[in-house]
Nanobody, 124 residues
Framework: PVQLVESGGGSVQPGGSLRLSCVVPKDTIGTFCMGWFRKFPGREREGITVIDSNGRTSTADSVKGRFTISKHSGNHSLYLQMNGLNPGDTAEYYC???????????????????WGQGTQVTVS
Protein backbone atom coordinates (compact mmCIF):
# COMPACT_ATOMS: atom_id res chain seq x y z
CA PRO A 1 0.00 0.00 0.00
CA VAL A 2 1.05 3.58 -0.66
CA GLN A 3 2.11 5.30 2.55
CA LEU A 4 2.46 8.97 3.25
CA VAL A 5 4.28 9.75 6.48
CA GLU A 6 3.72 13.12 8.10
CA SER A 7 5.68 14.96 10.75
CA GLY A 8 6.07 18.44 12.19
CA GLY A 9 2.84 19.23 14.01
CA GLY A 10 2.69 20.58 17.53
CA SER A 11 1.73 23.56 19.64
CA VAL A 12 2.66 27.14 18.92
CA GLN A 13 1.70 30.60 20.14
CA PRO A 14 -0.28 32.99 17.91
CA GLY A 15 1.96 34.57 15.33
CA GLY A 16 4.30 31.61 15.36
CA SER A 17 5.40 29.27 12.59
CA LEU A 18 5.50 25.55 11.94
CA ARG A 19 6.63 23.42 9.02
CA LEU A 20 4.89 20.16 8.22
CA SER A 21 6.63 17.43 6.23
CA CYS A 22 5.23 14.49 4.33
CA VAL A 23 7.35 11.73 2.83
CA VAL A 24 5.71 10.43 -0.34
CA PRO A 25 6.58 7.55 -2.70
CA LYS A 26 9.43 8.39 -5.07
CA ASP A 27 7.38 7.80 -8.20
CA THR A 28 4.72 10.33 -7.19
CA ILE A 29 6.83 13.39 -6.45
CA GLY A 30 7.21 14.51 -10.07
CA THR A 31 4.04 13.03 -11.49
CA PHE A 32 0.96 13.47 -9.37
CA CYS A 33 -1.03 16.21 -7.72
CA MET A 34 -0.19 16.68 -4.03
CA GLY A 35 -1.82 18.84 -1.43
CA TRP A 36 -2.51 19.68 2.18
CA PHE A 37 -5.87 19.51 3.88
CA ARG A 38 -7.04 20.28 7.37
CA LYS A 39 -9.95 19.11 9.44
CA PHE A 40 -11.75 20.96 12.19
CA PRO A 41 -13.78 18.95 14.72
CA GLY A 42 -17.19 18.08 13.35
CA ARG A 43 -16.40 19.29 9.85
CA GLU A 44 -15.22 17.76 6.58
CA ARG A 45 -11.62 18.02 5.46
CA GLU A 46 -10.90 21.23 3.57
CA GLY A 47 -8.23 21.72 0.96
CA ILE A 48 -5.81 24.51 1.77
CA THR A 49 -3.09 24.27 -0.85
CA VAL A 50 -1.97 22.08 -3.73
CA ILE A 51 1.08 21.65 -5.99
CA ASP A 52 1.06 20.01 -9.41
CA SER A 53 3.72 17.98 -11.20
CA ASN A 54 5.28 21.16 -12.64
CA GLY A 55 5.44 22.93 -9.31
CA ARG A 56 2.50 25.25 -9.87
CA THR A 57 0.50 25.95 -6.75
CA SER A 58 -2.97 26.99 -5.73
CA THR A 59 -3.90 28.18 -2.24
CA ALA A 60 -7.14 28.80 -0.42
CA ASP A 61 -7.93 32.39 0.48
CA SER A 62 -8.07 31.48 4.17
CA VAL A 63 -4.31 30.83 4.27
CA LYS A 64 -3.01 32.74 1.25
CA GLY A 65 0.02 34.81 2.10
CA ARG A 66 0.67 32.79 5.26
CA PHE A 67 1.01 29.15 4.16
CA THR A 68 3.35 27.90 1.42
CA ILE A 69 3.47 24.46 -0.16
CA SER A 70 6.65 23.07 -1.66
CA LYS A 71 8.21 19.76 -2.61
CA HIS A 72 11.69 18.33 -2.85
CA SER A 73 12.39 15.58 -5.36
CA GLY A 74 15.67 14.50 -3.81
CA ASN A 75 14.12 13.40 -0.56
CA HIS A 76 10.66 12.85 -2.09
CA SER A 77 8.98 15.07 0.44
CA LEU A 78 6.12 17.53 0.48
CA TYR A 79 6.19 20.51 2.83
CA LEU A 80 3.79 23.04 4.30
CA GLN A 81 5.38 26.16 5.75
CA MET A 82 2.89 27.89 8.03
CA ASN A 83 3.57 31.44 9.19
CA GLY A 84 1.43 33.89 11.11
CA LEU A 85 -0.53 31.13 12.78
CA ASN A 86 -3.66 32.04 14.70
CA PRO A 87 -6.07 30.04 16.88
CA GLY A 88 -8.37 29.61 13.88
CA ASP A 89 -5.69 27.43 12.27
CA THR A 90 -5.96 24.83 15.04
CA ALA A 91 -6.85 21.58 13.27
CA GLU A 92 -5.64 18.16 12.19
CA TYR A 93 -3.53 18.54 9.06
CA TYR A 94 -3.21 15.91 6.32
CA CYS A 95 -1.07 15.53 3.23
CA UNK A 96 -2.69 13.90 0.22
CA UNK A 97 -1.75 12.59 -3.21
CA UNK A 98 -4.08 12.31 -6.20
CA UNK A 99 -2.97 9.78 -8.84
CA UNK A 100 -3.77 12.24 -11.62
CA UNK A 101 -3.22 15.83 -12.70
CA UNK A 102 -4.57 18.43 -10.32
CA UNK A 103 -8.27 18.95 -10.95
CA UNK A 104 -9.84 22.40 -11.00
CA UNK A 105 -11.77 21.28 -7.94
CA UNK A 106 -8.56 20.48 -6.06
CA UNK A 107 -10.12 21.32 -2.70
CA UNK A 108 -12.43 18.31 -2.93
CA UNK A 109 -10.95 15.45 -0.87
CA UNK A 110 -12.72 12.86 -3.04
CA UNK A 111 -10.13 13.32 -5.79
CA UNK A 112 -7.25 12.17 -3.61
CA UNK A 113 -6.22 8.53 -3.43
CA UNK A 114 -3.66 8.49 -0.65
CA TRP A 115 -3.54 10.24 2.70
CA GLY A 116 -1.08 10.84 5.48
CA GLN A 117 -1.93 9.82 9.02
CA GLY A 118 -2.64 13.38 10.12
CA THR A 119 -0.78 15.66 12.49
CA GLN A 120 -2.29 18.01 15.05
CA VAL A 121 -1.51 21.71 14.97
CA THR A 122 -2.61 23.73 18.00
CA VAL A 123 -2.31 27.51 18.20
CA SER A 124 -2.97 29.03 21.61
Amino acid sequence: PVQLVESGGGSVQPGGSLRLSCVVPKDTIGTFCMGWFRKFPGREREGITVIDSNGRTSTADSVKGRFTISKHSGNHSLYLQMNGLNPGDTAEYYCAVAARLCPTTWTDPRFYNYWGQGTQVTVS
